[in-house]
């Protein structure tokens, strides 16, 4: 597999659309059109310079592989916004709602070799900025486009009678998990990281029934459980085994007694472990040999990193952290990041205790959560994401722990430690702040408003951090409200620098990222 991963790593840097002749495309940098043009043949330029964009070239997919498949690829990352299948050269053409979707997505497969049918398939940005198809050459990819976005506005696809895609609302938040052909030990903690990637994970029972391992897990929002079940299922976890099979629950809601290897609530950090049960060790995913682990190679894409990092025993599950939790994150921009920023930032995904920003290396820092699951959060929401005009990268540390300076010295104030911080999310257990942990999004959610701020006054300061205001929209009792930038890079700058910001009357305006748009 590391020939394949080195291949697919090259093949992201470069700005490519490989050897495509014929009458559907129009010069590099134009937009694709499926409707006719000059007969051109698009060669690789390999450029370590190639710009991103939010179309997305996928290479080698195998022969009759659906438009569901390859869009399946691009739908943990946000709105998938068209396609286009060459189905006689082995490609298709994907684009995204946003450019910061595409870049998260590339990211993602750079260090986890995408797979489609246990087949590797190669990833690269296009040198096409926007996706044109001509609706009457492309109406089932079309068709098959507007049953997924049904299904990420809240709907799900189904087929009546008459063949019309019909949609329903999303039946429950909790899904039923069976493991087919389960070769090798699946754990709390894998399943867990795999379906993270779709929304807040709240609860999980595992089980064995009719001798089979099985699972019932509870997302925050019916939608995310959507989104899950339309790309998990049926998905191998590792190379030909431990097959998903995925179904909707009865059950609207878990109740979770104990938080151990076989059960867990996310919210409730304070259960007890159980009589008899161990709390959660995460060295149990560790007994895979290192032969078995390289299996993790060829995992379907969307648990690749999720299951290595558990199999590694590097993923901490909440309330039962062992010494950890500690990100890198580099590509900062030296001149402008501090302690503060990064706390208020990665704090929307958990409770930040230390930073540390490397004395010899300004543009890179260490930070401890307070548990190895809040650092996978914050990973999985925030690598890839602009902050300060450039775009981070967030890994797991080898480090355990983030060392303050020693008594005396001056390290010019690149270490802090926030572990008594008043403005920590999720210490209270069971706080509403665990249901509503969203991906970076242009639109802000604002609450504890004081009842003399006017929309004006708002739409005023959150200009002034250095963006415009889209559109702005209060709640009911105007103590909440959406507030809507026109770049997710600009929401993030806003929510740094106005979180905790005093609004007089001992008010402090509270900013999180919001799944709505106004």
Sequence with gaps: ????????????????????????????????????GDSKKLRVEDSMDSPPSRVIHIRKLPNEVSETEVIALGLPFGKVTNILMLKGKNQAFLELGTEEAAVTMVNYYTAVTPQVRNVPVFIQYSNHKELKTDSALNQRAQAVL???????????????TAGETVLT???????????????????????????????????????????????LLQFSDPVNAQQAKLSLDGQNIYNSCCTLRIDFSKLVNLNVKYNNDKSRDYTRPELPAGDGQPPVDPSLAANLSKDSTSLLGAISPLSAAAAAAAAAGRVALSGHSTPGGVLLVSNLNDEMVTPQSLFTLFGVYGDVQRVKILYNKKDSALIQMSDGNQAQLAMSHLNGQKMYGKIIRVTLSKHQTVQLPREGLDDQGLTKDFTSSPLHRFKKPGSKNFQNIFPPSATLHLSNIPDNVTEEDLRLLFSNSGGTVKAFKFFQDRKMALLQMS????????????????????????????????
Aim: aromatic residues 6%.
């Design 146 to 160: 507007q049953a997924v976005s049904a299904v990420q506005e809240g709907g799900s696809p189904s087929s009546d």
């Design 1 to 36: 597999m590391d020939g394949i991963a080195n291949d697919v790593a090259v093949g992201v840097k470069r700005s490519s659309d490989e050897l495509l002749s014929g009458s559907l495309y129009n010069s590099p940098n134009s937009s694709v059109t499926a409707n006719g």
């Design 169 to 215: 609302p999303a039946p429950s938040p909790v899904l039923r998990i069976i493991i087919d052909n389960m070769f090798y030990p699946v754990t709390l903690d894998v399943l867990q990281q795999i379906f993270s990637k779709f929304g807040t994970v709240m609860k999980i029972i595992t089980f064995t029934k009719n001798n089979q391992f099985q699972a």
């Design 487 to 518: 770049t997710v890079e600009e929401a993030i700058q806003a929510l740094i620098d106005l979180h905790n910001y005093d609004m007089g009357r001992g008010h402090r305006l509270r900013v999180s990222f919001s799944k709505s748009t106004i």
